[in-house]
C-alpha cells in the first residue's frame, strides 16, 4: 500500500537511491523508506510492505528436510580415505577414517572428484539434500553437490558436481578448473587459469571454456626501471652507502656523534626497504592478462540473452572509455585482453568477440583496488590484498642487509654481521621447533636453516665475486643440485614438506614450514609463518608486533645499544676471530645486571570505575561577570563539588565566549546553573582566552 504518485520499476530504483544503492543500508534503515515523488525525492506520505501468509489457502502443511554430508580426502601415493563422524550436543565425537571403497552412489561422486583434482593433497565433499513438501499433493526435490579441490607445489585444482532432477534445462552442472600460479620472486613467471562449465541433461551436453594466463610485460619492467620508487631506491642506497662508509671511519670514543650517524642511517634504511621493495614489486607486477571463453557449438538461448544483455550493460558501465569499435577478428571465441598501468593506475580492456571488436582505454582503476591488481609474481593474492586491506604484511619481514638490521617488528638498527655465524631467528621458546644462522663472507651471505633434525645449508658458490652466478644447496651434509626455473622438493628427516626454487632473477627461495627464506646475495629476507607471540630470540628480535625492547639477549636481558646485543649471538669458533675483552667485558656486564622488560596488565576498567565512583571533581562551566557582558567558558572546566577540596592543582588555557547582559545571557547561565552544557558555545567566536587554575584530583574535605 502506498501514496507514491507513481508506482512503476523507476519508482523503486528511485526510492534504493536514497539509500547510495547500497542493499546493507537498505535492509538495516528499512524503516525509512517512505513514498517518493516522480522526482525520487522522499515523502512523508503513507507507505507501508505487508506480507500475508494464511495456512487454510495453503495446500502445504509440513516440510521435511534431510541433509547428508559425506568427506573424503587423499595424500600423494596413498589410497583415498573417507572421514566419518558422530555430532554431539556440545561437540565432533568418534572422527574415523575409513579406505573409500566406491559401493555407493556418494562414494563413487567422491572418488571421482578427488581422481579429477589428481593432487598431492586432495579433498572431496558431497552433500545431499532431500526435500520434502507434505499437504494435498507431496512434492520432493533432490539435490547433490559434489566439490573437490587440492594443490600440488604451484597448482591448484578443484571441481564441483551438481545434480538438480527437478530442473528441466539444468539436471547438471559440473565445474573442472585449476589454476598455475608463480610462487617464485622472478619478472619471468606466468600465471595460468583453467575454468570448465558444463551443463545440461548431462555434463556433457553444453560446456563453456575459459582459459586466462598473465604475464610481465617487457614495458612493465622498463617502467620497474624508471619509476619515481626506482629512482628514491638508487638516490637512498647511495646515500646509506656514504653513511655507512661515515660510521666506519668515525672514531669509538665520539659516541654523540656515532648515534647521530646511527639513527640518520637507520632512517635512510627504512626509506631503501621501502623503496626498492616498492621497485621490485613493480618488475614483478603481472600487467598482461588474456582470457579466452571458448562454448560448445550450440548453447540454451537464455545463455545467449544473458550474454548480449551483459554486452550492453558493459557498454553503458564503460562508455566513456571505448575509444575503437570496429568488425570481428574471432570466430567462434571471446578474448579478453587487459592492460595494467601502474603509473596511472588504469586498465585498458580489448574484447574481441564474434560480432564485434570494442576497445576501452585506461579505466580508472578504485584506489582502495589500486594495491590489489594487477597481482605480483611471488606474492600470492591473499598476502596482496591482505596488505592492501591492513596496511600490513600477512608475514612479517626481517631483513638482515649490508650494515644493518630491520626486525620482524620493523625496528631498524644498524650492524653489520662477519664471518661468524649469527643466530639471526629461532623460535626459543619450549618447543625449540627452528633457528636460523647467518655470516657474511667477502660481502656474501651464507645461511644455516635448522629445522627439527635437519640442517639446511645455502650459500653463493663463488666466495670473491659480488655477482652471483651459482648458489650451492646441502641437506643433512649432502648436496642437492639446483636448477634455474624448477621447484625441488628438499627430502629431510622431517616429516614436513620443505622446497627450493632458484629464479632467472638469480634469487633462491626457500620454504619451511615456519619460515620462507629469500637469498639475494648480499642480503637475505625472512618471512615469519607463526604467530607473534614473543616467543622468538636473535637479531630479527622478538616478534610480538612491538618495537619497544625489540632486541633481547640470549638470557632475555635489555641491553644498553641494539649493537652490543646483536653481538651476544655470535657464535664462537675457530673459523672466526673472537670479541675484543673490551666487548666481552661489557656483555657480561650488561648480562648481570639483566635489565628485563615488562608490561603489566592494568585493569583500565576497575581504574575507571573507582575514579568515578569516588571522585569529588565536577565538570562545569565557568562565568566572569563584566559591566554589560557575561563572559562563559566555551569547554566546562574541572571544579571541587561541595565539602572537598583540591588536592593537586594545574593552570590551563580556558577559552571564554562573551554575551552582552539581558534575556540570552540569562538563558545561558540558567540553563548551566541546572546542569546543562550548551554545546552550540562551541561555535560563538572566541571573546578572550585566560590561564585558570584547575584542580587535577579532588579529596574531602578535612574537619
Known amino acids: 500500500e502506498t501514496e507514491c504518485d507513481v508506482f512503476d520499476a523507476q519508482t523503486m530504483i528511485d526510492s534504493w537511491s536514497n539509500f547510495n544503492y547500497n542493499p546493507i543500508a537498505a535492509q538495516c534503515f528499512f524503516f525509512a523508506e517512505t513514498a517518493v515523488t516522480t522526482q525520487g525525492m522522499p515523502s512523508a506520505r503513507y507507505h507501508r510492505y505487508t506480507v500475508v501468509h494464511n495456512p487454510n489457502k495453503s495446500s502445504t502443511k509440513a516440510a521435511e528436510l534431510t541433509f547428508k554430508f559425506a568427506v573424503a580426502s587423499k595424500l600423494h601415493n596413498e589410497e583415498p580415505r573417507r572421514i566419518s563422524y558422530q555430532l554431539s550436543q556440545s561437540s565432533l565425537q568418534n572422527i574415523q577414517s575409513q579406505r573409500l571403497h566406491e559401493r555407493s552412489m556418494t562414494e563413487q561422486r567422491l572418488g571421482d572428484s578427488l581422481r579429477k583434482v589428481d593432487s598431492q593433497f586432495g579433498y572431496a565433499i558431497n552433500a545431499h539434500i532431500n526435500a520434502k513438501l507434505i499437504g ?34 539444468m539436471k547438471r552442472l559440473c565445474v573442472d578448473g585449476k589454476m598455475h600460479y608463480p610462487t617464485t620472486q622472478s619478472s619471468d ?48 642506497t647511495v646515500e646509506q652507502e656514504k653513511l655507512q662508509k661515515e660510521i666506519k671511519s668515525v672514531n669509538k670514543d665520539e659516541k654523540k656523534n656515532l648515534i647521530n650517524l646511527e639513527k640518520k642511517h637507520n632512517e635512510v634504511v627504512q626509506k631503501k626497504i621501502k623503496y626498492c621493495s616498492k621497485m621490485h614489486e613493480q618488475s614483478r607486477a603481472l600487467d598482461k592478462t588474456e582470457f579466452t571463453i ?28 571505448m575509444t575503437k569499435v570496429s568488425q570481428p577478428t574471432q570466430h567462434g571465441k571471446v578474448q579478453l585482453k587487459l592492460s595494467f598501468d601502474q603509473r596511472i593506475n588504469t586498465v585498458s580492456l580489448e574484447v574481441e568477440s564474434p560480432m564485434e571488436s570494442v576497445v576501452y582505454r585506461n579505466i580508472r582503476i578504485p584506489y582502495e583496488l589500486g594495491e590489489i591488481v594487477p597481482f605480483v609474481a611471488g606474492k600470492s593474492p591473499i598476502e596482496q590484498s591482505y596488505k592492501a586491506i591492513t596496511g600490513k604484511r600477512l608475514y612479517p619481514k626481517c631483513v638482515i642487509g649490508q650494515g644493518y638490521v630491520q626486525t620482524f617488528d620493523q625496528k631498524t638498527y644498524t650492524y653489520q654481521i662477519d664471518e661468524c655465524d649469527h643466530l639471526i631467528a629461532s623460535d626459543c621458546s619450549k618447543d625449540f621447533s627452528h633457528s636460523i644462522m647467518a655470516k657474511e663472507v667477502n660481502g656474501l651471505k651464507h645461511v644455516t636453516i635448522f629445522h627439527g633434525l635437519s640442517k639446511i645449508e645455502l650459500r653463493p658458490a663463488e666466495a670473491y665475486t659480488s655477482y652471483v652466478e651459482e648458489y650451492v644447496l646441502s641437506v643433512d651434509g649432502k648436496q642437492v643440485p639446483l636448477f634455474k626455473n624448477k621447484k625441488i622438493t628438499l627430502k629431510t628427516s622431517s616429516v614436513e614438506e620443505m622446497t627450493c626454487y632458484w629464479s632467472n632473477d638469480n634469487t633462491v627461495e626457500l620454504h619451511t614450514p615456519h619460515t620462507r ?22 637479531l630479527c628480535g622478538d616478534y610480538n608486533l612491538d618495537k619497544r625492547a625489540d632486541i633481547k639477549s640470549p638470557k632475555g636481558c635489555v641491553f644498553s645499544s641494539n649493537t652490543l646485543a646483536a653481538m651476544s649471538y655470535r657464535s664462537k669458533s675457530k673459523e672466526c676471530r673472537p670479541l675484543s675483552e673490551k666487548i666481552k667485558k661489557q656483555i657480561r656486564s650488561e648480562e648481570e645486571e639483566c635489565v628485563k622488560y615488562q608490561t603489566k596488565r592494568t585493569h583500565a576498567r576497575s581504574i575507571f570505575e573507582s575514579k568515578h565512583t569516588i571522585s569529588h571533581a565536577t565538570q562545569r562551566h565557568t562565568f566572569i561577570y563584566k559591566e554589560d557582558e557575561v563572559c562563559i567558558s566555551m569547554e566546562p572546566v574541572a571544579q571541587c563539588s561541595f565539602n572537598s577540596t583540591p588536592k593537586e592543582m594545574r593552570k590551563k588555557d580556558v577559552k571564554f565566549v562573551c554575551l552582552p547582559k539581558g534575556r540570552v545571557s540569562n538563558l545561558y547561565v540558567e540553563r548551566i546553573e541546572h546542569g546543562e552544557s550548551p554545546k552550540e558555545l562551541r561555535h560563538q567566536p572566541v571573546s578572550f582566552q585566560s590561564q585558570m587554575e584547575q584542580p587535577v584530583s579532588c579529596q574531602p574535605r578535612q574537619v
Open 517 to 538: 627464506i629469500t637469498h639475494h646475495g648480499n642480503s637475505v629476507t625472512l618471512e615469519e609463518k607463526s604467530m607473534a607471540d614473543g616467543s622468538h630470540c636473535g
Open 136 to 169: 494435498g499433493q507431496t512434492k520432493s526435490y533432490t539435490y547433490s553437490i559434489t566439490a573437490g579441490a587440492g594443490h600440488n607445489n604451484l597448482e591448484h585444482k578443484w571441481n564441483l558436481h551438481f545434480e538438480n532432477d527437478e530442473d528441466v534445462y
Open 294 to 321: 571458448t562454448t560448445s557449438k550450440t548453447l540454451p538461448s537464455s545463455i545467449y540473452n544473458y550474454a548480449r544483455s551483459f554486452n550492453t550493460a558493459s557498454k553503458v558501465i564503460f562508455f566513456p572509455y
Open 189 to 236: 613467471a606466468q600465471f595460468k587459469y583453467s575454468n570448465k562449465f558444463s551443463f545440461g541433461e548431462t555434463c556433457d551436453q553444453y560446456y563453456v571454456n575459459v582459459d586466462g594466463k598473465t604475464k610481465v610485460s617487457n614495458k612493465q619492467k622498463e617502467f620497474s626501471s624508471v619509476s619515481y620508487e626506482a629512482g628514491k631506491c638508487q638516490q637512498v
